[in-house]
């Protein structure tokens, strides 16, 4: 094996039900049945849905089922007029889901209504890919005919056709900026496109062996990194009859830079071909399968085996949650789901954990939050400006933040450890004082850091071209001016300069805001947006963490969604279900302790059901990665 650099693959594998054995324990990471579930047809894949521990399967019964995992249950079917769905992928936002068949037919469905938008013969072959593009306006296709088209996902329209690979086009995605569209081929070729230009940016051939094949790609969310599962011809070795005889195979997962091209590492292991693959948001596990049965986890930082999984099918699919919480796979008519304790395979401290009420021992070898704890608490209901719209509870909401932190629930954090800021004191000023100078001063590497913001967010146009939704992101101090954001607001870019300011081993933000600019939230549109379909892009959010390990943003709501306030709670939805759960009903275990999962388990679980109550459509959303377990309450201790 090669050096590798640090990032995270999954693979599309075609198994479900396994057995684990001893043997499935490398370097302490642990595999354990969670969920089975059952499909009338043959399962051809699975993928979670953004922001949500959501299930979608595709495959030969005709319909795309979307399951709650929570409830083993079927919340959504989507109908489609084909026999066998090869491919699917979910907008980004949610607003459409689109699935390639086996008979060429392109589908397009609205997510929420579950009404069939468009029914394409997008082709006379199967289309074996199909990528939405970031903002969710482009859908790009390809399969066996080898020609790759991009659609007008609204109009439903043929708009271009890419064309230069010569076997079946297996694999694509979008660039994080959606100016670049990459794609990978049967014919051995990774071909780079250029969204704005419509040419071929440059071509990466995979595998020179005369009888080697190519046959998946997977690609992290920047392109940096590709993914090739090959089967490459062993060198000849021995005599003249030996090297006549029957070829020996190599079944690999290759690594390279998806800029420079170069190689970074090859993984060897498997017995027979390697024809699924995936990539997480966090990086540092590679996982691999196919028709030998097996799931292989391997450790892309030390370039070794992490686990070998042994399964009773040979796999055809296998998918990883956004949140880090699941992890699926799909073979036959059933697929299986493994909860994973925490978000993100960062470190071998890692485990893969069931999901069982006896589990309530903290493992030694994670962290507990030892140390101090540190914060900084703001919320503004009330603006220096007029045209700023008032808010009711934000105040309320911080106060109530406050109020639990300094309580021996929530740790008797010492008030000297704590900066208030409501309403009038929580200037532009005073918030850089707060998080620049008062956290990186006292938080030392051992403590915790806890920020929390309720308030109006509020996106403004990004004149500068550089954010992929078109829009700049402000948390609105209590001086700021809605005309002059860049001068006078908080930009969510500094968010990042920020965490790297704070020493701290653990940081989470909550933020009780929205930055949609929809009526009636948290939120309000600058004078200076001009648009009329505003479409925020989650980027701005996984780009704040993605450097190291235990820096996590939980937000109120999805980018595009309103972050409610209720008069009969009193305070914001999301902040009412997060002080409710730290109090003691996120304590899933009944350990006396709720640590940040269990706690964002519980936001996920009650604001989307509050929100519907009153027709709204709120969903929090948690992003970045941790090891262990980040402790936040004690509930019922004295």
Same mark, same amino acid.
Not at 187 to 211: G, H, N, Q
Not at 264 to 271: I, N, R, V, W
Not at 439 to 451: M, Q
């Given at each position: 094996?090669?050096?590798?650099?640090?990032?995270?693959?999954?693979?599309?594998?075609?198994?479900?039900?396994?057995?684990?054995?001893?043997?499935?324990?490398?370097?302490? =990471?642990?595999?354990?049945?969670?969920?089975?579930?059952? !499909?009338?047809?043959?399962?051809?894949?699975?993928?979670?849905?953004?922001?949500?521990?959501?299930?979608?399967?595709?495959?030969?019964?005709?319909?795309? #089922?979307?399951?709650?995992?929570?409830?083993?249950?079927?919340?959504?079917?989507?109908?489609? $007029?084909?026999?066998?769905?090869?491919?699917?992928?979910?907008?980004?936002?949610?607003?459409?889901?689109?699935?390639?068949?086996?008979?060429?037919?392109?589908?397009?469905?609205?997510?929420?209504?579950?009404?069939?938008?468009?029914?394409?013969?997008?082709?006379?072959?199967?289309?074996?890919?199909?990528?939405? %593009?970031?903002?969710?306006?482009?859908?790009?296709?390809?399969?066996?005919?080898?020609?790759?088209?991009?659609?007008?996902?609204?109009?439903?329209?043929?708009?271009?056709?890419?064309?230069?690979?010569?076997?079946?086009?297996? *694999?694509?995605?979008?660039?994080?900026?959606?100016?670049?569209?990459?794609?990978?081929?049967?014919?051995?070729?990774?071909?780079?496109?250029?969204?704005?230009?419509?040419?071929?940016?440059?071509? =990466?051939?995979? /595998?020179?062996?005369?009888?080697?094949?190519?046959?998946?790609?997977?690609?992290?969310?920047?392109?940096?990194?590709?993914?090739?599962?090959?089967?490459?011809?062993?060198?000849?070795?021995?005599?003249?009859?030996?090297?006549?005889?029957?070829?020996?195979?190599?079944?690999?997962?290759?690594?390279?830079?998806?800029?420079?091209?170069?190689?970074?590492?090859?993984?060897?292991?498997?017995?027979? /071909?390697? #024809?699924?693959?995936?990539?997480?948001?966090?990086? !540092?596990?590679?996982?691999?399968?196919?028709?030998?049965?097996?799931?292989?986890?391997?450790?892309?930082?030390?370039?070794? &085996?992490?686990?070998?999984?042994?399964?009773?099918?040979?796999?055809?699919?296998?998918?990883? *949650?956004?949140?880090?919480?699941?992890? +699926?796979?799909?073979?036959?008519?059933?697929?299986?789901?493994?909860?994973?304790? *925490?978000?993100?395979?960062?470190?071998?401290?890692?485990?893969?954990?069931?999901?069982?009420?006896?589990? #309530?021992?903290?493992?030694? %070898?994670?962290?507990? @939050?030892?140390?101090?704890?540190?914060?900084?608490?703001?919320?503004?209901?009330?603006?220096?400006?007029?045209?700023?719209?008032?808010?009711?509870?934000?105040?309320?909401?911080?106060?109530?933040?406050?109020?639990?932190?300094?309580?021996?629930?929530?740790? $008797?954090?010492?008030?000297?450890?704590?900066?208030?800021?409501?309403?009038?004191?929580?200037?532009?000023?005073?918030?850089?004082? +707060?998080?620049?100078?008062?956290?990186?001063?006292?938080?030392?590497?051992?403590? /915790?850091?806890?920020?929390?913001?309720?308030?109006?967010?509020?996106?403004?146009?990004?004149?500068?071209? #550089?954010?992929?939704?078109?829009?700049?992101?402000? =948390?609105?101090?209590?001086?700021?001016?809605?005309?002059?954001?860049?001068?006078?607001?908080?930009?969510?870019?500094?968010?990042?300069?920020?965490?790297?300011?704070?020493?701290?081993?653990?940081?989470?933000?909550?933020?009780?805001?929205?930055?949609?600019? +929809?009526?009636?939230?948290?939120?309000?549109?600058?004078?200076?947006?001009? /648009?009329?379909?505003?479409?925020?892009? $989650?980027?701005?959010?996984?780009?704040?963490?993605?450097?190291?390990?235990?820096?996590?943003?939980?937000?109120?709501?999805?980018?595009?969604?309103?972050?409610?306030?209720?008069?009969?709670?009193?305070?914001?939805?999301?902040?009412?279900?997060?002080?409710?759960?730290?109090?003691?009903?996120?304590?899933?275990? @009944?350990?006396?302790?709720?640590?940040?999962?269990?706690?964002?388990?519980?936001?996920?679980?009650?604001? &989307?059901?509050? +929100?519907?109550?009153?027709?709204?459509?709120?969903?929090?959303?948690?992003?970045?990665?941790?090891?262990?377990?980040?402790?936040?309450?004690?509930?019922?201790?004295?």
């Amino acid at each position: 094996m090669v050096h590798c650099k640090r990032f995270f693959f999954i693979c599309l594998c075609c198994t479900i039900v396994f057995a684990i054995s001893g043997n499935t324990r490398l370097n302490a =990471i642990t595999c354990s049945l969670n969920n089975e579930l059952s !499909s009338s047809g043959k399962v051809n894949g699975v993928l979670f849905t953004p922001y949500s521990d959501l299930l979608i399967s595709y495959g030969e019964d005709k319909d795309i #089922t979307v399951w709650d995992l929570k409830k083993e249950s079927v919340i959504r079917r989507f109908v489609s $007029r084909s026999n066998s769905l090869r491919s699917a992928d979910i907008q980004q936002e949610q607003y459409f889901l689109a699935a390639g068949a086996g008979d060429g037919m392109l589908y397009i469905w609205e997510y929420e209504s579950t009404d069939l938008k468009h029914a394409i013969q997008a082709s006379d072959e199967p289309i074996e890919a199909v990528s939405f %593009s970031p903002n969710g306006k482009l859908l790009a296709s390809s399969g066996e005919d080898t020609v790759i088209r991009l659609w007008n996902v609204k109009m439903g329209r043929k708009i271009w056709e890419f064309k230069g690979h010569e076997e079946n086009v297996h *694999s694509l995605a979008f660039s994080d900026d959606g100016k670049t569209l990459i794609s990978a081929g049967a014919d051995s070729m990774i071909k780079l496109w250029d969204i704005t230009s419509r040419k071929e940016k440059r071509t =990466i051939t995979e /595998t020179a062996s005369k009888y080697g094949q190519f046959n998946i790609a997977a690609f992290s969310p920047g392109l940096e990194i590709i993914a090739s599962g090959l089967t490459e011809v062993k060198r000849a070795s021995g005599s003249r009859r030996a090297r006549a005889g029957r070829p020996e195979w190599n079944h690999l997962v290759k690594l390279r830079d998806g800029v420079t091209g170069d190689e970074l590492c090859s993984l060897s292991g498997h017995k027979q /071909t390697v #024809t699924a693959l995936a990539m997480s948001r966090t990086g !540092s596990l590679v996982a691999s399968g196919g028709p030998d049965q097996t799931i292989r986890l391997w450790d892309a930082d030390r370039r070794s &085996p992490v686990s070998i999984i042994p399964q009773e099918t040979e796999i055809e699919s296998i998918s990883f *949650s956004d949140s880090g919480k699941w992890i +699926a796979a799909a073979g036959g008519k059933k697929m299986v789901v493994w909860e994973i304790e *925490s978000p993100a395979f960062a470190a071998s401290k890692t485990q893969l954990l069931p999901r069982t009420k006896s589990s #309530t021992a903290l493992p030694s %070898s994670m962290p507990t @939050g030892s140390g101090e704890t540190y914060a900084v608490i703001i919320g503004i209901s009330r603006y220096l400006d007029s045209g700023i719209t008032a808010l009711q509870y934000t105040d309320d909401d911080a106060r109530g933040i406050y109020h639990f932190l300094i309580s021996p629930n929530g740790g $008797r954090v010492p008030k000297k450890n704590i900066k208030l800021l409501i309403d009038k004191d929580a200037t532009l000023v005073n918030i850089r004082m +707060a998080l620049g100078v008062f956290l990186p001063k006292h938080a030392g590497r051992s403590d /915790t850091v806890i920020i929390y913001y309720a308030g109006h967010g509020a996106p403004e146009t990004d004149f500068s071209g #550089t954010s992929d939704d078109g829009t700049n992101k402000y =948390i609105i101090p209590y001086d700021a001016k809605p005309d002059t954001l860049y001068a006078t607001a908080f930009p969510m870019t500094e968010v990042k300069t920020i965490f790297n300011r704070i020493e701290a081993e653990r940081l989470v933000f909550f933020i009780d805001s929205c930055y949609s600019g +929809a009526a009636g939230g948290r939120t309000f549109l600058s004078q200076k947006l001009k /648009t009329r379909g505003l479409q925020i892009s $989650r980027r701005f959010l996984d780009n704040t963490v993605s450097q190291g390990t235990g820096r996590i943003i939980i937000t109120a709501s999805r980018p595009n969604e309103k972050s409610l306030e209720l008069d009969s709670l009193r305070h914001g939805v999301f902040t009412h279900f997060l002080l409710e759960g730290l109090k003691g009903k996120a304590d899933a275990n @009944g350990d006396n302790i709720v640590h940040l999962r269990e706690a964002y388990d519980y936001l996920d679980s009650n604001v &989307p059901t509050v +929100a519907r109550k009153i027709g709204g459509n709120q969903h929090p959303v948690m992003v970045g990665s941790f090891s262990g377990k980040i402790i936040l309450s004690k509930p019922e201790l004295p």
